[in-house]
């Protein structure tokens, strides 16, 4: 069976798959794949909600990419200066400062910043950092959520120890 064939077949998780040859080296030990929920989180205060949710992730020996949203963000009740995290992966995050990449709608970009990235904490959440024009890159808060209309896309690489 192919593993095309496998994967399409809904197993989910598979050991022992040979690439490119028969030896030792060509195995792939660890292929897994699921969905997870993204859950709201922040640094301080009270997080915000999320109308609906979505993620899903692949898991390739240490290497897990995970894609995910959120749509109507509702910042009622929290700090606009707190920040908009995520929390819930699918696997811990072992290796810091890993980026992915991310989009929205009805975010507000602080000081000429225009785009939005993915970075994945080894504190077990994702930041959503705006960046551009040499401004540094900064978190995004509550206060740049436009509430209950607010919609975030994200994507990203991580390594794990699991």
Partial sequence: MAL???INAGIGQV??????GSGSANTLSDYEEGTWTPAPSTNTGNAAT??????????????VYVSGFALNINTTGTTSSSQLRVVGL???????????AA???NITYQS??????TLFSTSEYIAFMQS??????????????DDATSDLFFSGFYFTNQ
């Fill in 4 to 6: 095309t064939q496998i």
């Fill in 15 to 20: 050991t022992d798959i040979k690439l490119g």
């Fill in 50 to 63: 999320f109308g609906t949710v979505e993620g899903t992730y692949t898991k390739i020996g240490r290497v």
């Fill in 90 to 100: 699918p696997f811990t995050v072992d290796v810091a400062n890993s980026y992915g």
């Fill in 103 to 105: 989009f929205s709608d």
């Fill in 112 to 117: 000429s910043r225009s785009q939005l990235n």
């Fill in 132 to 145: 551009g024009n040499s401004a540094g890159d900064t978190a995004t808060d509550h206060g740049d959520i």
